[in-house]
């Protein structure tokens, strides 16, 4: 790790610091000249870069370029610039030695375990179904895809390859993913929020910088909160919501809107800053079946797992109360947990075990010419739960109604009943046909079993009386209501 000159814990947090907070050590009183050094040139050669650190603490603080910069001669990423050993990549273990607060929490996170994608199914899609290997660098020599390379690993991040001559392979670098593996070892990027050379509070707690990631068909966070009325109260309000402010307490210092920050990161007058944003998140709804998010943790042998998702909604709870009161969050909480529920009994478990058997059934048939998506059911499954249940779920959590009906649960239905449970006959006809009969008849019957619970059983017009009746009883007492 670099072994900076200052030990000074200079803050420019992503939501906000008591103001009584000391420093670790006094102030220096100016640059050291090895910063000095990298100044004359760079604000001749770089002078974007240069005004922008201008305008950041770190300036302001005595901090430059070599403070953050420089690298141990042994450095497997370090290069020798003028006098010097530097490195381009400042990682998040080199933060720690001012920012060991921020980066324990920020290394204990989901942020920093994005990278993990590298390995799973979405990546393969890139990889594979998506892509080719014709990208070829020193790094990846037989070829990688440039749909991973350019989408799934600049949000989640890439494993960055340092080649034999120091130089960082173009198929890794840049990158600012927030999963970041990086050559030091550690996960994660701090500059995935914190923009380069500024590092603007202001720009860190505002929505858009998390939209970079957060946004799209699967996961579109950013959507649901500009439709939600906690978005609308921050876009018609912005300039109320004092973004600059060092000691930023929802309640204290702003009360126009929450952003992103507020509700997953800030300070409330209960909870204090946190860069584990996990740490008020129950539910983990990225997967087929929502999971409670410390169960995540405990997978992924991070400490925070001993935050259960009880204590989780309990710290959610404490933020939403810094404007709403209590039955009101009580009350929200049934609202989204009930959506979860429907979602997860109504179609993702049934679907689940479903596309499992199928799939049982379409190997038998096709034996070593089968292949995962490269038949449309695979596709139709994935995107029910991938995509529109996932923006079902998320669009409950968030308070954004149009994503959780006609983006989610209508969708999710919508493909359910007029694509996946077609395919899935066309599966078993298969099947029948092409000797694999006995999965096929396991199939058929798990098929029929689903579409005779009381969830399903209306699509094939034995909907329960009863049932039916109270809904034209409440049918009829609106046309009455409304009737001229």
Request: charged share 25%; glycine share 8%; proline share 5%.
């Amino acid at each position: 790790m670099k072994k900076p000159i200052l030990l000074f814990a200079i803050v420019f947090l992503v939501c906000a610091v008591p103001v009584k907070m000391q420093p670790a050590v006094d102030l220096p009183s100016e640059l050291t000249e090895a910063s000095k050094a990298c100044i004359e040139c760079h604000s001749e050669q770089n002078p974007i870069i240069y005004q922008q650190w201008g305008r950041s603490k770190h300036f302001r603080a005595n901090v430059g370029c070599y403070e953050c910069h420089q690298a141990g001669k042994n450095e497997v990423d370090a290069f020798e610039h003028g006098d010097h050993w530097i490195s381009i990549i400042v990682s998040p273990k080199d933060c720690s030695v001012c920012h060991s607060k921020e980066v324990e929490e920020f290394t204990n996170s989901h942020h920093t375990k994005a990278g993990r994608i590298l390995g799973s199914l979405d990546n393969v899609l890139a990889e594979v179904v998506e892509g080719n290997t014709a990208l070829k660098t020193r790094g990846f020599p037989k070829g990688i895809s440039a749909a991973a390379v350019n989408g799934c690993w600049q949000c989640h991040g890439s494993q960055v390859k340092v080649l034999k001559d120091g130089a960082l392979d173009p198929a890794t670098w840049p990158n600012t993913g927030i999963g970041r593996i990086n050559p030091d070892g550690s996960e994660g990027s701090c500059s995935a929020c914190h923009y380069r050379h500024r590092f603007s509070v202001a720009q860190a707690r505002q929505p858009e910088n998390c939209g970079k990631c957060h946004m799209g068909p699967d996961h579109p966070q950013l959507e649901i909160y500009q439709e939600s009325k906690h978005g609308i109260a921050y876009y018609a309000h912005r300039e109320e919501m004092n973004l600059e402010s060092p000691k930023w307490i929802v309640g204290e210092d702003y009360d126009a809107g929450p952003t992103c920050a507020t509700c997953h990161m800030s300070a409330t007058r209960e909870l204090p800053v946190t860069h584990n944003v996990g740490l008020r998140i129950k539910w983990n709804n990225r997967p087929v079946i929502s999971t409670l998010a410390h169960e995540t943790d405990k997978k992924w042998g991070l400490k925070s797992a001993a935050v259960t998702g009880e204590m989780r909604k309990k710290n959610m709870k404490k933020v939403c109360i810094s404007c709403h009161n209590e039955n009101f969050a009580d009350n929200f909480y049934i609202q989204y947990e009930g959506l979860i529920d429907l979602y997860t009994e109504k179609f993702a478990k049934p679907g689940l075990k479903l596309f499992g058997k199928a799939t049982e059934v379409l190997k038998a048939v096709k034996g070593d010419r089968y292949a995962a998506f490269a038949q449309m059911i695979d596709f139709t499954w994935f995107e029910i739960w991938h995509h529109e249940g996932r923006r079902a779920r998320h669009g409950a959590s968030m308070m954004g109604p149009d994503y959780t009906h006609w983006h989610g649960t209508y969708e999710v239905a919508k493909h359910w009943y007029g694509k996946y449970i077609p395919e899935l006959w066309d599966v078993i006809e298969l099947g029948k046909k092409n000797n694999a009969r006995k999965l096929a008849v396991e199939l058929e019957t798990m098929l029929e079993e689903v579409l005779n619970n009381p969830n399903h059983r209306w699509s094939i017009g034995k909907e329960d009386p009863a049932v039916k009746a109270e809904r034209l009883r409440r049918e009829e007492k609106f046309h009455r209501r409304y009737k001229k």
